[in-house]
């Protein structure tokens, strides 16, 4: 498989991020997290630029999570501190994108797929996309408090338990229901829906919008509470490293609850 890249390109006041790594449903490897970190630097920059959409190719995932056989080279729970340190920054810049930002997801939004996805203000999907972060199924890892805050706020405490301890993913329907998604469409129709959604974007205030994202980050953000211990634990722990393990050599993992 291929390292993927994730690219951008501007037309018209328009940003398109693409996560182009279609034969592995655009799982994120450690170089597309760093190229996605260049690209947003870049953007904070450029005023020309009045909102920006963020695409998986090939019409099949937005990002099904993290490539996971990069794990099989962490030794630690140190080694999950600085991931999740590492993934944090990452998503941090994407929500500190001062003009709006719209996720287009066609498929799987999965693990580290969700949660940029989350970080967007607006999502638009296809009937068949779904939703989760399935890892007390597949890795026994664990989210960060911040990006467990950012799920929260959109789909509400029930819903990440179901997603993150019964390892539920979700459909488009569900997730239409509880505000995540803007919309639901066919995809025949995603561009048509996505331009509209553009145009309205465009014609409004940017200054109210960017001051209004950035309040909500705000008070999704504030005071939140330490967690390295957590991700310590739950990194360092012998069922990780069997997840792992079990993922790679696509076997059901045996859990041991150590």
């Given amino acids: 498989m291929s390292g993927g890249t994730v690219y951008l390109t501007i037309q018209g006041g328009v940003a398109s991020v693409t996560f182009d790594r279609p034969e ?3 799982a994120m490897t450690w170089a597309m997290y760093e190229q996605l970190g260049q690209i947003c630097g870049q953007l904070q920059a450029d005023s020309t630029v009045r909102i920006v959409t963020f695409r998986g190719a090939g019409g099949d995932a937005f990002v099904a999570g993290t490539d996971i056989e990069q794990f099989t080279a962490f030794h630690s729970g140190e080694d999950g501190v600085a ?4 993934i944090e920054h990452c998503i941090q810049l994407l929500e500190l994108l001062p003009m709006p930002t719209v996720a287009v997801v066609e498929g799987w939004a999965i693990g580290g797929g969700l949660a940029i996805a ?6 638009i999907a296809t009937p068949a996309s779904r939703f989760g972060v399935p890892i007390a199924r597949t890795l026994g890892n664990c989210l960060s408090v911040a990006n467990l805050a950012r799920l929260a706020a959109v789909f509400g405490m029930p819903r990440v ?3 993150l301890m019964l390892a539920e993913v979700l459909g488009a329907d569900e997730a239409l229901e509880c505000g995540f998604l803007l919309q639901v469409v066919e995809p025949g129709e995603m561009a048509a829906a996505l331009a509209s959604l553009c145009g309205c974007l465009g014609a409004l205030a940017p200054v109210t919008q960017s001051v209004t994202k950035e309040g909500l980050r705000r008070l999704v953000g504030q005071q939140l509470p330490h967690d390295a211990d957590l991700i310590r634990r739950c990194y360092g722990s012998s069922d990780f490293r069997e997840g792992v393990a079990a993922f790679v050599c696509k076997r059901r993992p045996d859990w041991q609850g150590a």
């Fill in 24 to 26: 592995a449903r655009n």
């Fill in 83 to 86: 991931y999740e340190l590492q």
């Fill in 118 to 123: 989350t970080a967007c203000d607006f999502r």
């Fill in 161 to 163: 338990k179901r997603m």
